[in-house]
């Protein structure tokens, strides 16, 4: 993170990471649950399905759907996650592609 003055007012200008700006482990994996969670979330408000609806669709504990919804992921894998996004009706494309830099990087990408 870089500092820099705007409009008088000392910033730091974070990553497009926020996992990595707070110094957390794994930043890339956190990042892609997150995103995995959130369009999770979308799908059980759109389908209007309760927790425990959402729990039996995605073949996990309505536990596990509480905690999630919280925040609370850490317990799901990606692709646990993946699994659960399949069960509501969502595909998951996976795109590999070669990089310009020595090292890859990891993108969630949501269509619209």
Avoid: W
């Avoid at 073949?59 to 699994?83: H, Y």
């Avoid at 009706?89 to 993108?107: N, W």
Wanted: aromatic letters at 4%.
């Amino acid at each position: 993170m870089t500092k820099e003055i705007i409009d008088g007012i000392e910033v730091e200008i974070c990553s497009n990471n926020i996992f990595s700006d707070l110094g957390l482990p794994n930043p890339d994996k956190l990042k892609i649950k997150s995103g995995l969670v959130i369009e999770i979330t979308k799908a059980l408000r759109k389908l209007g399905l309760t927790q425990s609806q959402a729990a039996h669709r995605m073949c996990i504990t309505q536990a596990k759907v509480s905690g999630m919804l919280k925040g609370d992921f850490s317990n799901l894998s990606e692709r646990k996650l993946m699994d659960c996004l399949n069960r509501l009706g969502y595909d998951i494309e996976i795109k590999v592609k070669p990089t310009s830099e020595s090292l890859g990087h990891l993108l969630f990408c949501v269509a619209s």
